[in-house]
DNA sequence: GATGAATGAGCATTCATTCAT
DNA sequence: CATGAATGAATGCTCATTCAT
C-alpha cells in the first residue's frame, strides 16, 4: 500500500531533484503530493529531515542495487561487473533519485555532508579491500588499491549524467561488461 | 597588479568554497575581500553574476592547466599523463576554486547549470576525438570511446575528494604516471 | 456529575494558567482532559469560547467567595475581612484559576477585555457603594471612597501573588484580619 | 538626537501596549516607525529582544521616577507619597508604556518572566526594608511589613487602571498626598 | 568610486479549525 | 458523539539588492 508518507517521500525526490534543495518549496511538494502544506509535517519534522530521509532511503536503495555480498564465492571480474551493473540500473530506473545522491551534493547542512561523506567512504573502503585481497590472491597485479577504488566510483559517478542527462538507453548487463573490460584490460592493444 | 576585482573574486572563491553558494551571503565576501558590501555591485551585477566569473575564470584556468595542445605531437598516454598531472596540480593548488568546480554542482541557476555542462560536454567531445583517432591509428584497441572518456573523466573527477579534502599529498608527476597505467593496461596481470 | 464538558474546562484552567492563552494549544488541552482534539469543539466553539466560559464561570465562583451580600447587616470591617479572607481562600484553593483571573491579563481579544474590566468596574461600584454609605453612616471618616476602593481592590490583586508563586500559606481568616486593620487603621501608631 | 533605534522603540511601546505581545506584528511596528520591515532587525535581533529592551528601559525610566534614594532624610510618609507621586507622574505621561509593565504580564518568555518577577521582588524588597526600619523607629506601629508592602505595591498598581484605561487626570502630587493618608491613616475616624 | 543603512520579497513553520470516518 | 488526519492562513526572520551620502 502507498501511504501518505511514501507519496511525499516520492514528492520530494521529483521537486528536490529537478529544483535542487534550495529551490525547492514546502508547498511545491505538498503541491507535487496532491496535499496540504501542513501535512508535510505530520509526517516530517522539517524540508532537512525530509531531505534526509529520502537521502537516506535512497542510499539503502542504492546499496541492495550494488550488493554483491549474497555471491561471494565470485572473482572480482564478476564482482565489478555487478556493482557496475547494478548502478547503471538503479540510475535509470530512479534517476530523480540518484540525481539527487549523485549531483546535488549541495553544502545544506554540514551534519548531512559528513554523513553522506562516511557513508561513500564506507562504501569505498570495502571496494578498496576486496582489491587488496585480489591482489594478494594475484587476480590482479600489483596496482595502488586505492587509485583504484577511486578509477572504479568514479566511473560509476560519471555514468549516471549521460544516462540521466541525455537517456542514455544503453543496455546495463552488456554495457557493465564492457566497463569491467576496459577496468580489467585497459584500452592499449593486447600485444 | 590586484585589482580590486581580483580581491573580490579571490574572495568569492574563498567564501564560496567553504559555504557553498546559498549559505554565502555576499557581505561574508565583502568582509573577506575588505571591502564594503555595496562595493562589490560596483564590479559585479548581481551574487549569480559573480558566481559565474568565478566559474569562468576557474574553468579558464583549468583548461590551461591539462592542455595538451600545444604539443601536438604527443601519443595518447603522454596526453592522458598530461591531462592528469595538470588537473592534479590544479587540485592541489586552487583547492577552494576545485571544490567549486568539481563538487558543490549544486542547482543555483538553470542556464549556468545548462552553461556548465556544455563545457564538459564540450571538453569530453575533445577528448573523445583524441582517443578515436587513437584507435584509428591503431594506439588503442577497439574500445568504446565514449566509456572510455566517461572514465577517465570519472577518475579526474573523483581524485579531487582525497586531494582536497583529506590533504592528500601526492606527487602529481608519478600519481599521474601511475593512473595514466591503469587506464592503458587495465589492473589483470599482464600474461 | 462530572460531565466531559467539566472535564474539558478543567483541562483548560489547568493548561491556561500554565501556559498562557497564546502558548496553550488546543492539543494540549484535549490530551489533558484525556480526549481527542475533535471532541472540544464539541462544546466549544472557539478557543477564545473555551477561555471565555472558564472566565466567566471562574469569576462566578469568585463572586460566591467573596459575596457578602446574604449577610446585610454586618459592619464595614467585617465586611472588608469577609472579602479579603473569602478572597484568600479562592486563590487557595484555586490556585491554577485565579491564575488566570488576576494575573495572566493578556490583551487576547478586545471584547473579551472589555467585558473582563466591566466586571471589575462593576463589582468595585458595589464595593464603592458601600464605603460611600459608609462615610455616610459616620462608620468611615471622609475619604476619597474611589481612592479607598482602589486601595482595597489593589491589596487583593496583590496578595494572589505571593500565594500562587511562592506558596504562602496564610491562615486565610486571621491574616484577612490583619489586613482589615491595616486598611482601617492605618499604619501609624495610634497616638 | 532621536535615533531610528529610539524610534522603534517608541512604535514597539506603542504598538506593543495596544496590540500585546502576540498580536503586535513586526510589520506594524515597522509601519509605526515609518520604517521598513527588516529594518527592525538591523537594530534588534528578535521580536522577543525588541521587548525586552523596552521593558528594561521602561523599568530602568520608572525607578528613577519613584526613586527616593537621594533624599535619605526623608520621614516614611514623605517617602510614601514621594513613590506614590513618582507612580503617578509615569503612568501619566508614559500611558503606553505603563500599560506594558503594570499590565499586560502575558506569559511571553519564561526568561522575561523570571526577571520581571525579580525585578519586582527586589524593589518591594527596598520597600519591606524601609518599613521594617520605620517600625524600629517607632515611626510605624507593630505591623506586618511583609502585608504592608503588598499593600502599597497594589494600590501603585491598581491606580494605573483609571489613569490609562478612563483617563483620570488627578493632580499626582495632592492625590498622592491622599494615599498616603489612607495608608499612614487607615479609613476609621480618628477618635 | 565606495559605502552600508534600509528595504521587502520570499519561505519554513505553527496551530486553530474542519470533516470524513 | 468522538476522533485525529488534513489543512492553509498567518508571521517572524533572512539576505540580495539599492541608493543617498
Request: proline share 1%; aromatic share 10%.
Amino acid at each position: 500500500m502507498v501511504t501518505k508518507r511514501d507519496m511525499i517521500l516520492e514528492a520530494g525526490i521529483k521537486v528536490f531533484s529537478q529544483k535542487g534543495y534550495h529551490h525547492a518549496k514546502m508547498e511545491d511538494i505538498a503541491v507535487a503530493a496532491g496535499i496540504g502544506k501542513g501535512t508535510i509535517y505530520e509526517y516530517f519534522s522539517s524540508k532537512l529531515q525530509l531531505f534526509q530521509e529520502i537521502m537516506e532511503a535512497g542510499l539503502r536503495q542504492y546499496q541492495e542495487s550494488v550488493s554483491t555480498e549474497k555471491i561471494s564465492q565470485m572473482g572480482i571480474a564478476e564482482r565489478i561487473q555487478k556493482i557496475t551493473a547494478g548502478h547503471f540500473y538503479f540510475c535509470q530506473n530512479y534517476k530523480e533519485l540518484s540525481r539527487i545522491l549523485f549531483w546535488d551534493t549541495d553544502i545544506i547542512d554540514d551534519e548531512l555532508k559528513d554523513w553522506f561523506y562516511n557513508k561513500r567512504k564506507e562504501k569505498e573502503g570495502v571496494l578498496e579491500d576486496l582489491i587488496r585481497e585480489s591482489i594478494r590472491s594475484g587476480e590482479l597485479r600489483e596496482v595502488d588499491a586505492k587509485l583504484v577504488t577511486l578509477m572504479i566510483g568514479g566511473i560509476l559517478g560519471q555514468i549516471w549524467m549521460p544516462i540521466v542527462l541525455e537517456g542514455w538507453e544503453a543496455e546495463a548487463e552488456s554495457t557493465a561488461w564492457q566497463i569491467t573490460d576496459l577496468i580489467m584490460n585497459g584500452i592499449v592493444p593486447s600485444t
